[in-house]
C-alpha cells in the first residue's frame, strides 16, 4: 500500500511500538529481500523471549530507499508481506544519501528505542535485542556496534577506517572504536534532539554527547559479515570527506551558541599579532630612524590589524544570527532528562523545550 508523506507521520506518531528499525537503503535490490527476512527472523526471537519472561514486546520496520534505480522498492514490498513485523517502505524522490534516509526514518519511526543497520547484510539483525537488552540493563542513551573480525578490504576500508576512527575519538573526546557500524541503538527522546546533516551520521556518537553525558554512551561487539551482494558505496575518497567534516563538528559541538567566542578569539590573535608588528615598525621609525615606507612589514602589520577588526565584527554578527536561530526554531540549548517534585507539582504537564518528547515526571511522595 501506498501512502504521502502526510499518511507516514500519521501513522507512525499514531501507534507505540519498543523498538522502530530504521533501514536504509540505496540499490539493494538483491540484498533486501534476506534483510527482511532475518531481521523477522530477530523479531521473533526476541518475542519469544519476551513472551517466556512474562513480557510484551512490539517491534516495527522502516525501510527507507534512499532513490534507487533498481527494483528495491519492489523486492521491499514483496518481503515485507511475508513477514509479521509492521512494515513500511518509504520512498525519497531523488538520492539524498544515507544520512537524509537515515533521519527521515528517525522521523518516520514511533518507538521508545531506534536501532539503525545497513541494508547491505554485513550487519547482523541478530544482534539487535542483545544489544536492545543491554541498553537498558547499563540505562545507556546510546549503544553502538563495534564491527568483530570486521570482513572488508584492508587498503580501501580497514586502514582509512582506523585512522578516521581514531582521529574522530581524539578530537571529539568521545572514545568509540568503531565510528563507522551503522548497526546502533538509540533512545528516541535523546536521538530527536539532533538534526543529521550532510553527512554526518557517522558523527552521530559525538553529536549525542552534545546533549547527554558522554558516559551515557556505550559500545559492544557484534557480527560482522562480507559484503554478497552488490558493491559498496565507499572508496577512499570517504577519508578525506571525513575529516573535512570533522572540522565542521568540531566547531559546532565547541561554539555552535557562542561562535562569538571563536572569532572573537582569533580576531584578537591576529591583532595582537599585528600590534607587535606596527609597534617594531614604528619602533624602527622613531628610534632607529629607518625608512619604513617600503618594508612589507608595516603592510602586514594594518592587514593583520584590519583583518581582527572584521573577524570581531563577524563573531558579533555571528552570535546575533545564534540568538535569532534559537528563539526562531524554539531549540534549547539544553535538555532535561527528568523532574522530581512533590504531588502539588505533578499535575503539571512538563514537556522539554526543542522536543516532543515528554519529560519524564518522577512523583515523590512525602512520608505520612
Known amino acids: 500500500m501506498k501512502t504521502n508523506d502526510m499518511d507516514v507521520t500519521l501513522q507512525s506518531r499514531s501507534a507505540n511500538f519498543d523498538l522502530s528499525v530504521v533501514v536504509p537503503l540505496y540499490n539493494e535490490e538483491e540484498s533486501v529481500v534476506h534483510l527482511i527476512a532475518a531481521i523477522g527472523d ?50 525519497m524522490n531523488r538520492n539524498f544519501g544515507q544520512t537524509a534516509a537515515m533521519q527521515a526514518g528517525i522521523d518516520a519511526s514511533h518507538g521508545e528505542l531506534i536501532a539503525t543497520l545497513d541494508g547491505d547484510l554485513q550487519n547482523d539483525p541478530a544482534d539487535i535485542p542483545k544489544m536492545v537488552d543491554h541498553l537498558r540493563a547499563n540505562d545507556l542513551d546510546l549503544l553502538v556496534g563495534k564491527r568483530k573480525k570486521r570482513k572488508d578490504g584492508l587498503i580501501l576500508r580497514l586502514i582509512p577506517s582506523w585512522i578516521a576512527n581514531r582521529l574522530i575519538a581524539k578530537v571529539t573526546g568521545v572514545k568509540i572504536r568503531d565510528y563507522g557500524c551503522s548497526l546502533k541503538i538509540y533512545r528516541a527522546s535523546i536521538i530527536r534532539q539532533i ?34 551482494f552488490g558493491q559498496s558505496k565507499y572508496g577512499i575518497s570517504r577519508t578525506i570527506r571525513v575529516i573535512l567534516d570533522l572540522v565542521s563538528v568540531l566547531f559546532f559541538l565547541k561554539y555552535r551558541a557562542r561562535p562569538g567566542h571563536f572569532f572573537g578569539t582569533l580576531g584578537l590573535a591576529v ?16 628610534v632607529v630612524g629607518e625608512d619604513i615606507g617600503t618594508r612589507p612589514m608595516f603592510l602586514l602589520g594594518g592587514l ?53 518528547d515528554p519529560v519524564t515526571h518522577v512523583q515523590i511522595r512525602r512520608a505520612a
Not at 522502516?62 to 517502505?89: E, H, Y
Not at 543529521?196 to 558522554?214: D, K, N, Q, Y
Open 42 to 91: 530477530a523479531h521473533e526471537q526476541a518475542t519469544k523471549s519476551a513472551e517466556e519472561s512474562g513480557e510484551s514486546l512490539s517491534w516495527e520496520l522502516i525501510l527507507v530507499d534512499d532513490g534507487s534505480t533498481d527494483s528495491t522498492v519492489q523486492s521491499a514490498c514483496d518481503a515485507s508481506a511475508g513477514i509479521s513485523l509492521p512494515t513500511r517502505v518509504i520512498t
Open 195 to 228: 538534526s543529521l546533516l550532510g553527512e554526518m551520521h557517522r558523527f552521530i556518537p559525538a553529536w549525542i554527547a552534545s546533549v547527554t553525558h558522554p558516559n551515557r554512551i556505550g559500545e559492544i561487539d557484534v557480527n560482522h559479515s562480507p559484503r554478497q
Open 271 to 286: 591583532g595582537a599579532v599585528g600590534v607587535l608588528m606596527m609597534g617594531i615598525v614604528m619602533f624602527s621609525k622613531l
Open 304 to 356: 593583520a590589524m584590519l583583518s581582527s577588526l572584521q573577524l570581531i565584527c563577524f563573531g558579533v554578527m555571528s552570535e546575533m544570527l545564534t540568538r535569532i536561530y534559537f528563539d526562531s526554531s524554539k531549540t534549547s540549548t539544553y535538555s532535561v532528562r527528568e523532574t522530581h517534585g512533590n504531588e502539588a507539582s505533578s499535575n503539571a504537564s512538563l514537556v522539554n523545550k526543542g522536543s516532543s
